[in-house]
């Protein structure tokens, strides 16, 4: 199945339901980036937000070695401004060691700041990811240490928002951001997002670059088959990543509007 650059591309190969998991495929050099960036909107958003490129010392040879890797000459906020994606570089300090972030240039982040992850491990980072320290720390780090930089992959990570917004950082309450959505209404005000995520290892430094590529669209303009994915998601995570989600906040209205539309009973 081909990673593509849409959410009706991407939904296919997104977890809807069960335990946290990798879920990571081989992808390849064409699927590593979109190759039709707003470069626009990307430059702007990193002029407003400074804050949104974070970057240590001795990160300098990442950096520059994924200029070359992307084909762009400059600092990291030049590179991110000339791509789709978000970039994350992490290092080890030595073989065998715990890869710890030490750039990122984040400027359509999903309810995070970069800056409060610098020069934190792997399993800090997915702080406050549920269940992350119990099922995937290990498998994680096992997985970037032996990653060779021949080797691409990719994953889908789909949230349900309340929100059109490249740049989702909240400030109300959960129950405030979903508040006004109906099972009449939830084909136009719910918005499905799809956080295409890959990894690469740099051969020179030797960093793992972590790319974030966003990608939104109303509930409504779904396939049949991607919505009835989506309705799977509204029963299918575990307590506690539900909550962290907002499932609860909006399931029975999207399970409304799904019901209607495909012409089947949605659990909710």
Same mark, same amino acid.
């Given at each position: ?28 050099? !064409?699927?590593?980036? #979109?190759?039709?960036? /707003?470069?626009? $909107?990307?430059?702007?958003? *990193? ?5 949104? =490129? ?82 995937? !720390?290990?498998?994680? #780090?096992?997985?970037? /240490?032996?990653? $060779?930089?021949?080797?691409? *992959? ?5 949230? =349900? ?93 999207? $399970? ?13």
């Amino acid at each position: 199945m081909a990673f593509g650059f849409s959410v009706e591309a991407l939904l296919p190969t997104a977890r809807v339901s069960g335990p946290l998991r990798m879920g990571l495929g081989r992808i390849t050099e !064409a699927e590593w980036r #979109d190759p039709a960036p /707003d470069v626009a $909107a990307r430059a702007a958003v *990193f002029a407003a937000h400074p804050d949104a =490129v974070q970057v240590l010392p001795g990160s300098e040879d990442a950096i520059a070695e994924l200029g070359e890797v992307v084909g762009v000459s400059g600092d990291l906020a030049t590179i991110a401004s000339a791509t789709h994606e978000d970039w994350c570089l992490l290092t080890q300090a030595e073989p065998g060691g715990s890869f710890v972030l030490v750039a990122g240039a984040v400027g359509y982040p999903t309810d995070w700041q970069v800056a409060d992850k610098m020069g934190k491990p792997v399993h800090a980072v997915h702080q406050p990811t549920h269940g992350y320290a119990e099922r995937l !720390a290990t498998s994680v #780090d096992r997985f970037m /240490d032996g990653l $060779a930089p021949r080797d691409l *992959f990719g994953r889908t990570n789909m949230f =349900v928002l309340a929100s059109s917004a490249h740049r989702y950082m909240p400030t109300v309450p959960m129950a405030e951001r979903f508040a006004h959505v109906t099972a009449d209404n939830a084909g136009e005000t719910l918005y499905v997002r799809c956080e295409r995520e890959t990894l690469r290892r740099l051969p020179r430094s030797g960093a793992i670059v972590f790319g974030i590529g966003i990608y939104r669209t109303p509930l409504g303009t779904l396939s049949d088959e991607n919505l009835a994915r989506v309705a799977k998601s509204l029963t299918g995570f575990m307590p506690g990543e539900d909550e962290r989600r907002g499932v609860p906040h909006y399931a029975a209205a999207a $399970a409304g509007y799904i019901s209607r539309r495909l012409g089947v009973e949605v659990a909710a």
